[in-house]
């Protein structure tokens, strides 16, 4: 008689997914000593979900079905809905749940998040600027809503961290332009910006950037200009001293990206913040921290 076969949970599947990514592979300082010492934790657990989720849409041995089938449960156990197995990823639902009812920040600042990522999961071209601003809204616009309201900001800050969020999201699929083409198929970059320039998604997996992709993340970095100088506004919005430091230390980081992202070829290799550049954001840190 043959072994009768483990059912597998149509939610959850098999195995656990979440993957060695850490916080250095983040534009923002994720676990940053500027945060108070009480909110450290609120921080982290809202880290750790948003890092699993994303190794979930990611994760290439899932379909697009499975993906968003766990996605879809860690957003009920989010809402209190559903239980979560005893497993890492879905824990980190169970756990930032906990969270955002001590605090009282808003669930959307975590479904939003799973929005965009069932998105990624069916989606990987983008038709225009605005379609990819959309995707913005909900992939980054809410980890800063998050920090903010944590800290009991007021609401006069949050369309300015949404110009801050999207604009370090855009600065981060320029960044990764090449290898989420070459292993997930998924490409940020307008269409209708391609076309006008007579470039190809293709492009990116040549060695260095044609003139014509060039341009093309030249009115990208357009783009993202405008969105840091609505961000620029943001630290002197800010009451904690801390967030303030903190948001003055992405800002900078912010514009230095954009900067190098203009000097330097992403094609070529990926283009990091120097440690100059770390000095810089701190001594902007520092100074909004006094001030």
């Known amino acids: 008689m043959s072994a009768i076969s483990k059912k597998v949970d149509p939610v959850w599947g098999e195995a656990d997914v979440t993957s060695p990514k850490g916080a250095s592979d983040e534009n923002f300082p994720v676990g ?43 957003e009920e156990v989010i809402r209190g809905t559903r239980e979560a197995p ?22 959307e600042t975590a479904t939003d998040l799973i929005t965009a990522f069932c998105q990624d999961a069916v989606k990987n071209r983008y038709e225009s600027w605005d379609e990819l601003l959309g995707y ?20 006069e800050t949050l369309p300015l961290s949404d110009a ?24 940020y ?37 405008h ?17 303030r430091a903190y948001c003055a230390v992405v800002v900078a980081l912010s514009h230095r990206l954009a900067a190098r992202l203009r000097r330097e070829d992403p094609v070529a290799g990926r283009v990091k913040v120097t440690r100059r550049d770390g000095f810089y954001a701190l001594a902007k840190g520092a100074r909004a921290f006094i001030g």
């Open 32 to 74: 940053s000593l500027l945060f108070a010492k009480a909110n450290r934790a609120h921080v982290t657990a809202y880290y750790n979900f948003a890092r699993v989720i994303d190794d979930m849409v990611d994760n290439a041995t899932l379909s697009s079905e499975a993906k968003i089938a766990r996605l879809r449960g860690m």
């Open 86 to 107: 005893q497993r890492a990823d879905a824990q980190t639902a169970v756990i930032l749940r906990r969270h955002l009812l001590q605090t009282g920040v808003p669930a």
């Open 136 to 155: 913005c809204r909900f992939s980054a616009n809410p980890v800063g809503r998050f920090l903010l309201l944590l800290h009991g900001e007021r609401p």
């Open 164 to 187: 801050l969020c999207s604009a370090l999201q855009v600065i981060n699929h320029l960044q990764d332009v090449t290898s989420d083409l070459k292993t997930l198929d998924r490409s």
């Open 189 to 225: 970059l307008p269409q209708e910006m391609l076309s006008a320039e007579g470039a190809k998604i293709e492009d990116v997996l040549l060695a260095r950037s044609k003139p014509g992709l060039r341009r093309v993340f030249m009115h990208l970095l357009d783009e993202v200009d």
């Open 227 to 243: 969105l840091n100088r609505e961000a620029a506004r943001l630290p002197a919005l800010v009451r904690d001293r801390r967030m």
